[in-house]
Protein backbone atom coordinates (compact mmCIF):
# COMPACT_ATOMS: atom_id res chain seq x y z
CA UNK A 1 0.00 0.00 0.00
CA UNK A 2 1.38 3.59 -0.78
CA UNK A 3 -0.58 6.35 0.96
CA UNK A 4 -0.59 9.77 -0.59
CA UNK A 5 2.45 12.52 0.47
CA UNK A 6 2.34 14.61 3.28
CA UNK A 7 2.51 17.80 2.51
CA UNK A 8 0.44 17.62 -0.72
CA UNK A 9 -3.00 18.28 -1.70
CA UNK A 10 -4.80 14.97 -0.12
CA UNK A 11 -6.68 13.15 -3.42
CA UNK A 12 -9.93 14.80 -3.95
CA UNK A 13 -13.29 12.91 -3.90
CA UNK A 14 -17.14 13.22 -4.32
CA UNK A 15 -19.03 10.39 -2.63
CA UNK A 16 -22.77 9.67 -1.68
CA UNK A 17 -23.44 9.80 1.83
CA UNK A 18 -25.48 7.95 3.98
CA UNK A 19 -28.32 10.53 3.27
CA UNK A 20 -27.65 9.79 -0.08
CA UNK A 21 -26.42 13.43 -0.48
CA UNK A 22 -22.84 14.60 -2.72
CA UNK A 23 -20.27 15.04 -0.58
CA UNK A 24 -16.79 16.34 -1.72
CA UNK A 25 -13.35 16.60 -0.04
CA UNK A 26 -13.81 20.68 -1.71
CA UNK A 27 -16.74 21.30 0.90
CA UNK A 28 -15.22 21.67 3.64
CA UNK A 29 -12.35 24.11 2.54
CA UNK A 30 -11.48 26.26 5.51
CA UNK A 31 -11.77 23.46 8.26
CA UNK A 32 -9.44 20.61 9.08
CA UNK A 33 -10.38 16.75 7.75
CA UNK A 34 -9.98 13.86 9.60
CA UNK A 35 -10.90 11.02 7.33
CA UNK A 36 -11.22 7.76 8.40
CA UNK A 37 -11.47 4.35 6.61
CA UNK A 38 -13.02 1.74 8.33
CA UNK A 39 -14.15 -2.14 6.78
CA UNK A 40 -17.62 -2.46 7.28
CA UNK A 41 -20.26 -0.56 9.36
CA UNK A 42 -21.81 -2.39 12.36
CA UNK A 43 -19.25 -4.48 13.21
CA UNK A 44 -17.47 -4.50 16.99
CA UNK A 45 -14.68 -2.45 16.09
CA UNK A 46 -15.94 -0.18 13.82
CA UNK A 47 -18.90 0.65 16.21
CA UNK A 48 -16.32 1.62 19.38
CA UNK A 49 -14.86 3.40 16.81
CA UNK A 50 -17.39 5.56 15.42
CA UNK A 51 -18.73 6.05 18.96
CA UNK A 52 -16.03 7.42 20.17
CA UNK A 53 -15.96 9.98 17.46
CA UNK A 54 -19.54 10.79 17.93
CA UNK A 55 -18.88 11.36 21.70
CA UNK A 56 -16.06 13.56 20.62
CA UNK A 57 -17.75 16.25 18.46
CA UNK A 58 -17.97 18.88 20.59
CA UNK A 59 -13.81 18.88 21.09
CA UNK A 60 -13.64 18.45 17.23
CA UNK A 61 -16.09 21.73 17.14
CA UNK A 62 -14.24 23.52 19.16
CA UNK A 63 -11.11 22.45 16.52
CA UNK A 64 -12.45 23.56 13.14
CA UNK A 65 -12.62 19.73 12.69
CA UNK A 66 -14.69 17.51 10.79
CA UNK A 67 -14.45 14.18 10.56
CA UNK A 68 -15.32 11.68 7.63
CA UNK A 69 -15.47 8.52 7.95
CA UNK A 70 -15.51 6.20 4.61
CA UNK A 71 -16.24 2.24 4.03
CA UNK A 72 -17.45 0.04 0.94
CA UNK A 73 -20.59 0.16 2.44
CA UNK A 74 -23.84 0.94 0.63
CA UNK A 75 -25.54 4.08 1.93
CA UNK A 76 -28.37 2.43 2.89
CA UNK A 77 -26.54 0.36 5.86
CA UNK A 78 -24.90 3.77 6.37
CA UNK A 79 -28.39 5.37 7.36
CA UNK A 80 -29.11 2.01 9.93
CA UNK A 81 -25.90 2.54 11.18
CA UNK A 82 -25.74 5.80 11.76
CA UNK A 83 -28.93 5.44 13.58
CA UNK A 84 -28.65 2.42 15.43
CA UNK A 85 -25.59 4.31 17.03
CA UNK A 86 -27.09 7.67 16.90
CA UNK A 87 -23.51 8.99 15.06
CA UNK A 88 -23.58 12.86 14.53
CA UNK A 89 -21.05 12.98 11.65
CA UNK A 90 -20.70 11.87 8.19
CA UNK A 91 -20.47 8.55 6.36
CA UNK A 92 -19.61 8.13 3.26
CA UNK A 93 -20.43 5.50 0.76
CA UNK A 94 -17.24 3.77 -1.41
CA UNK A 95 -18.91 0.82 -2.73
CA UNK A 96 -16.08 0.62 -5.91
CA UNK A 97 -13.90 1.13 -3.17
CA UNK A 98 -12.05 4.17 -5.92
CA UNK A 99 -11.56 6.82 -2.89
CA UNK A 100 -10.22 3.78 -1.05
CA UNK A 101 -7.69 2.74 -3.65
CA UNK A 102 -6.49 6.30 -3.93
CA UNK A 103 -5.37 6.41 -0.48
CA UNK A 104 -3.72 3.58 -0.76
CA UNK A 105 -6.45 2.01 2.02
CA UNK A 106 -7.42 -0.78 -0.53
CA UNK A 107 -5.41 -4.69 -0.68
CA UNK A 108 -4.88 -7.83 0.91
CA UNK A 109 -5.86 -8.89 3.84
CA UNK A 110 -5.94 -11.65 6.20
CA UNK A 111 -8.67 -12.59 8.95
CA UNK A 112 -9.07 -16.22 10.55
CA UNK A 113 -6.96 -17.74 7.92
CA UNK A 114 -9.08 -16.19 4.75
CA UNK A 115 -7.06 -13.96 2.37
CA UNK A 116 -9.20 -10.95 0.62
CA UNK A 117 -9.34 -7.57 -0.72
CA UNK A 118 -10.42 -4.88 1.70
CA UNK A 119 -10.04 -1.72 3.61
CA UNK A 120 -7.36 -1.51 6.04
CA UNK A 121 -8.02 0.63 8.84
CA UNK A 122 -6.52 4.14 8.27
CA UNK A 123 -6.72 7.55 8.95
CA UNK A 124 -5.93 10.76 7.37
CA UNK A 125 -5.81 14.31 8.72
CA UNK A 126 -6.30 16.88 6.25
CA UNK A 127 -5.29 20.98 6.85
CA UNK A 128 -8.08 24.02 6.11
CA UNK A 129 -6.19 24.35 3.04
CA UNK A 130 -6.66 20.31 1.50
CA UNK A 131 -3.23 19.55 2.52
CA UNK A 132 -2.45 16.09 3.62
CA UNK A 133 -0.73 16.62 7.11
CA UNK A 134 -0.20 13.33 8.80
CA UNK A 135 -1.04 9.60 7.61
CA UNK A 136 -2.55 7.23 10.85
CA UNK A 137 -1.87 3.56 9.62
CA UNK A 138 -1.72 2.21 13.54
CA UNK A 139 -5.40 2.82 14.74
CA UNK A 140 -6.51 1.64 17.90
CA UNK A 141 -10.40 1.44 17.31
CA UNK A 142 -10.88 2.67 21.23
CA UNK A 143 -8.36 5.46 21.38
CA UNK A 144 -8.39 6.43 18.07
CA UNK A 145 -10.62 9.57 18.64
CA UNK A 146 -8.32 10.79 21.40
CA UNK A 147 -5.38 10.34 19.51
CA UNK A 148 -6.66 12.25 16.43
CA UNK A 149 -7.64 15.35 18.86
CA UNK A 150 -4.01 15.19 20.22
CA UNK A 151 -2.34 15.15 16.64
CA UNK A 152 -4.55 18.25 16.13
CA UNK A 153 -3.97 20.11 19.22
CA UNK A 154 -0.50 19.49 18.98
CA UNK A 155 -0.12 20.25 15.35
CA UNK A 156 -2.60 22.36 13.59
CA UNK A 157 -3.71 24.52 16.19
Known amino acids: MKFPETGKKAPKFTLLDQNQNKVSLADYLG???VIYFYPKASTPGCTVQACGIRDSKRVFDKLNTVVIGISPDAPRRLINFTEKQDLNFTLLSDEDHAVAESYGVWGEKKFMGRVFDGIH????IVDTK???R?????VKTKTHHEDVVQYI???LI
Open 121 to 124: RTTF
Open 31 to 33: KNV
Open 134 to 138: HVMAK
Open 130 to 132: GIL
Open 153 to 155: ENN
